[in-house]
């Protein structure tokens, strides 16, 4: 059994009945026998990923028949246990059934969808919004279908992996500037000054690791000056940031002046899906060009409902919003007074930084043995030698569980070393 995981390494073997030399054909699956290193993480009793749920409760799960507190889930308003949504979603289930089985573009678009696009316009403050059957898929669609031969795509170098592979799958020329950094962009934007094609500059809202939240206002700023669009994938944002979770944009108070905003459902809507808002015209030509949303079927209309409800929710009950934002400052404040590097997030996705990827590997078993459900976050997520614990709290924590977290971080901290 391996005393050490290097879970950046692929360790070179032989694939089975294969032979070493010059006149060896490459076969398309060497790589899969070659990688060892989760094989080697489960027999050391290390291995994070994929635990399965058994059951959910209010700010916890079950697995192996233990009751955990989780952190790190994307559930910001607690919505997924809510009957209302539940029942939104079974009321739907005899009249349209389990699934679309069509695209959109051809017999998959339902009633529902159109509603609950119209709603979403209304929400954000946009001419028009068009629905997905995911938010991965929302943001490939959209990145895929504007940008052409010419044009020039500028991403934060955190960008989502959707964002970036939206723009591998366009025929857009890729540029990325430091994290946070406008300078850096300034200087990308400047050096393509009077080449030709379009530009757009795409950012998270708020960052998926760091719980950073962009500089929009000086990124319009850019924008005005070389006249390039802006759009943001608000996931981790609708719902959460704003006076009334409509966003970043409004965060910031510039609705009206971002261009396009990408969003997902699987978040604080607690469903599946995606939507991007923006100018009729825009959304109209995604609708007919995008080949992921053309060739992918539609979200099916349970998904819809519960999304609907949980828009109704968003829009009326604001203290899911309150409750959420004093559990992460709760979350926040604790962990920062322990002494962890929590990278200066101002929002309810708390990093705490561990550094070495085996360290971070033990502290995660640590907490497991201690009743929190949480995952590590290791390159090239993050940077190397940045390797973190992702804890984020959601509505339905009460004040108690939230202490509870910080205890067991308290515990496994000093016991590991990593704070005094």
């Not at 950046?8 to 010059?22: F, I």
């Not at 962990?335 to 101002?346: F, H, I, N, P």
Request: glycine share 12%; charged share 20%; net charge negative.
């Amino acid at each position: 059994m391996p005393d050490h995981i290097d879970f950046n390494r692929v360790q070179e073997r032989s694939a089975p009945g294969s032979t070493n030399g010059a006149s060896r054909r490459d076969d398309i699956f060497d790589k899969t026998h070659a990688f060892t290193r989760a094989d080697e993480a489960m027999a050391l009793g290390v291995y994070p990923y994929f635990k399965p749920i058994s059951g959910q409760g209010t700010g916890t799960v079950v697995v192996d028949g233990r009751e955990m507190i989780i952190t790190g889930s994307n559930d910001y308003l607690g919505l997924t246990q809510d009957p209302r949504l539940q029942e939104a979603a079974s009321a739907v289930f005899d009249r349209y059934g389990t699934s679309c089985t069509g695209s959109r573009f051809l017999t998959g678009t339902l009633e529902l969808h159109e509603e609950l696009e119209r709603r979403l316009a209304g929400f954000m403050g946009a001419e028009a919004v068009l629905t997905f059957s995911t938010g991965f898929l929302g943001a490939l669609s959209v990145i895929s279908a504007l940008a052409g031969r010419q044009d020039i795509l500028y991403f934060d170098r955190e960008n989502h992996a959707c964002l970036y592979d939206g723009a591998r799958l366009s025929f857009g020329t890729l540029r990325k500037y430091r994290h946070n950094d406008l300078e850096d962009l300034e200087r990308l934007l400047e050096k393509d000054a009077g080449k030709p094609g379009g530009r757009m500059i795409v950012t998270d809202g708020v960052f998926s690791m760091s719980g950073h939240v962009a500089d929009l206002p000086g990124i319009v700023e850019l924008a005005r000056t070389y006249g390039a669009r802006v759009a943001v994938d608000d996931a981790h944002a609708t719902g959460v940031l704003g006076a009334s979770g409509r966003g970043t944009p409004e965060h910031f108070g510039l609705q009206g002046e971002i261009d396009l905003v990408i969003g997902t459902f699987s978040k604080s809507f607690a469903s599946v899906g995606g939507f991007v808002a923006g100018p009729e015209p825009v959304v109209k030509y995604v609708k007919h060009h995008a080949r992921p949303f053309i060739f992918t079927a539609a979200l099916p209309a349970m998904q819809v409902a519960a999304t609907l409800k949980a828009l109704d929710i968003m829009e009326t009950e604001p203290q899911h919003r309150e409750k959420l934002l004093a559990n992460a400052e709760r979350l926040r404040g604790g962990l920062g007074g322990l002494g962890y590097d929590t990278l200066g997030s101002e929002t309810p996705i708390v990093p705490v930084v561990i550094g070495p990827d085996d360290l971070t590997v033990i502290f995660w078993k640590a907490l497991w043995e201690g009743g929190v459900f949480t995952t590590p976050a290791l390159p090239p997520g993050v940077p190397q030698n940045q390797s973190l614990i992702r804890t984020s709290v959601n509505a339905t924590h009460t004040t108690q569980q939230v202490d509870a977290l910080i205890e067991v971080f308290s515990r496994v901290g000093r016991d590991l070393g990593v704070i005094g």
